[in-house]
């Protein structure tokens, strides 16, 4: 990425902006897409976790065209208001745009389509990318929200929680120097646990 500034600044959150309807605020993020209708432009922004839109109309401010590319890591600061069309219900009126970065590269593939269309292997390559995309995303929103209940579920009736050592020296069993650093199996230290009063629950490996 181009760095192009980098000022301290507050930037809301997509959740929080419905409780400053009239008011200025500033966000950041990255150009999701942006759609033009007649004297209107509408900039969809994506926050990490969340679309944003924000409205231009004609003639109210002056951007260079190059502001607009896809992948562009702008702030923009405006007036929050009302709109059921749009994400969250609200959108900025955009008074102020600065980039803070621009991709260096092309990016290999389209995010803002409604399907996310890569090979495997350009997947992978460039997961740091693919990952923006709302359902690649959501790939680990869901399983972090199984996890969540599993926890919760577990945490309520006495159980408690144990982080077992991933990095050691050497294996704590025969067999285990598969990896020269990570752990291959955790049974020692979970049996360990319950010999010292934890309760254990039934499970299956192999």
Not at 61 to 76: K, Q, R, T, W
Not at 150 to 174: D, M, Q, W
């Amino acid at each position: 990425m181009e760095k192009i500034i980098a000022e301290p600044h507050l930037s809301y959150r997509a959740q929080e902006l419905a409780q400053y309807n009239g008011q200025s605020v500033t966000i950041s993020g990255a150009i999701y897409k942006v759609r033009r209708f007649g004297g209107l432009r509408f900039i969809i922004i994506r926050d990490g976790e969340s679309l944003i839109q924000c409205k231009i109309e004609a003639g109210n401010v002056s951007i260079p065209a190059d502001y607009y590319a896809e992948g562009n890591y702008v702030l923009v600061s405006g007036i929050c208001a009302k709109e059921e069309r749009a994400p969250h219900g609200v959108e900025i009126k955009l008074e102020s745009i600065a980039v803070l970065s621009r991709p260096v590269e092309e990016l290999p593939f389209s995010i803002n389509r409604k399907i996310f269309k890569a090979s495997l292997d350009t997947n992978l390559d460039f997961r740091s990318i693919s990952l923006r995309h709302p359902k690649q995303r959501a790939i680990f929103i869901i399983q972090a929200n199984i996890g969540q209940l599993f926890r919760e579920g577990l945490t309520r009736i006495g159980f408690t929680e144990i982080h077992t050592p991933k990095l050691v020296f050497a294996g704590a069993e025969g067999g285990a120097n598969v990896f020269k650093l990570v752990a291959a199996v955790l049974q020692a230290n979970n049996g360990w646990c319950v010999r010292t009063g934890f309760r254990g629950w039934t499970s299956f490996s192999g």
